[in-house]
């Protein structure tokens, strides 16, 4: 069955604090791996789409890589307006995307 | 990217009672996505709309609980039939996967059933 598991559930950071958070896939025929982010009360907004090992995109302080496994968002020197919900998720057969539930990530001054 | 307007952003219904919730996007799009998201919870993928075809179902969602209409390729709604409190969650729909953007998501209703 395919899954998306992303850890840790929640973060804390002191600004300017840099981490990674993880997202671990098993999606069959994946084609491509997307990470949103989601503030409170609104949709999911579009960050990065891997497709393949070895893939990097970069995006202000964000940076999200992808391995045969897994995938990670680096945050460098984040800062409190990037507190939000990061979410994964893998796109398999028939355009279906399977999410992970997130990280809540809070980055306090 | 495409502009999703979602509405109604919230809604406080009774049980045993049925909400249509209605998506509009600035272009035209052929497939159209509706989300539930519980509280807590990942996105979990109700239906797959397109234009002139019944929608596709995921396991565990059936259409007479959730209808889906999509009149053209611009408009779809979902239907939440018979609510009692576990529909309690954020809807959404989406379109895509765009080139350099993915897949875009309307802001959501948040449904709470009393």
């Known amino acids: 069955e395919d899954q998306v598991t992303q850890s840790p559930e929640a973060l804390r950071l002191q600004e300017g604090e840099s981490s990674s958070l993880n997202c671990s896939y098993t999606?069959?025929?994946?084609?491509?791996l997307f990470w949103y982010r989601q503030d409170p009360g609104k949709g999911p907004e579009f960050l990065f789409t891997l497709y393949s090992a070895g893939e990097e995109k970069e995006k202000e302080r964000l940076k999200a890589t992808l391995t045969k496994k897994e995938s990670f968002l680096h945050i460098t020197a984040p800062k409190p307006e990037d507190s939000a919900t990061y979410l994964c998720a893998g796109e398999g057969e028939g355009d279906k995307l399977i999410f992970g539930t997130g990280t809540r990530l809070q980055v306090f001054p | 990217s495409a502009v999703i307007s979602q509405k109604p952003s919230r809604d406080i219904c009774q049980r045993g009672t049925s909400l249509t919730i209605q998506c509009q996007v600035d272009s035209q799009v052929t497939m159209m996505f509706w989300y539930r998201q519980q509280p807590g919870q990942s996105l979990t993928l109700i239906a797959t709309?397109?234009?002139?075809?019944?929608?596709?179902?995921e396991s565990g969602f059936v259409i007479d609980k959730f209808p889906i209409s999509r009149p053209n390729l611009t408009f779809s709604t979902l239907t939440v039939s018979n609510m009692s409190p576990e529909d309690s969650s954020i809807y959404l729909c989406s379109v895509g996967p765009g080139f350099n953007y993915g897949y875009t998501f309307g802001s959501g209703t948040r449904l709470t059933v009393v």
């Open positions: 999606v069959s025929g994946l084609r491509g």
């Open positions: 709309a397109n234009q002139g075809s019944e929608a596709t179902y």
